[in-house]
Nanobody, 122 residues
Framework: QVQLVESGGGLVQPGGSLRLSCAAS????????MGWYRQAPGKQRELVAA???????TYQDSVKGRFTISRDNGKSTVYLQMNNLKTEDTAVYYC????????????????WGQGTQVTVSS
């Protein structure tokens, strides 16, 4: 299995910045895609940003130009740099990683992080 550990959430004022990190660890695996989702109270979990192994990125319209997803290949870590944060960005943010376990039998996996709270408030 592949485990994910998130960090970097917290309380920030509107207009501020935060950087979330998600480190993947486990037995031999390859990563096809990494992404960040968020879930606000009373709402469904939604995709915020995603990054494929080929370098393609996808962003939710509401975060385009403010959030940047990136990856440190050597550390199997994905980051979400969040700038110009707004109150509506308040949510629990979850990391998601999909790929293949390379130990026989080779199989697909999908893992979720434990979630990290981001609160944007004055």
């Amino acid at each position: 299995q592949v485990q994910l550990v998130e960090s970097g959430g917290g309380l920030v004022q509107p207009g501020g910045s935060l950087r979330l990190s998600c480190a993947a660890s486990g037995s031999s695996f390859s990563i096809n895609a990494m992404g960040w989702y968020r879930q606000a109270p009373g709402k469904q979990r939604e995709l915020v940003a995603a990054l494929t192994s080929g370098g393609n990125t996808t962003y939710q319209d509401s975060v385009k130009g403010r959030f940047t997803i990136s990856r440190d290949n050597g550390k199997s870590t994905v980051y979400l740099q969040m700038n110009n944060l707004k109150t509506e960005d308040t949510a629990v943010y979850y990391c998601n990683v999909r790929g293949y376990i390379l130990i026989f039998p080779v199989r697909e996996f999908g893992s979720w992080g434990q979630g990290t709270q981001v609160t944007v408030s004055s």
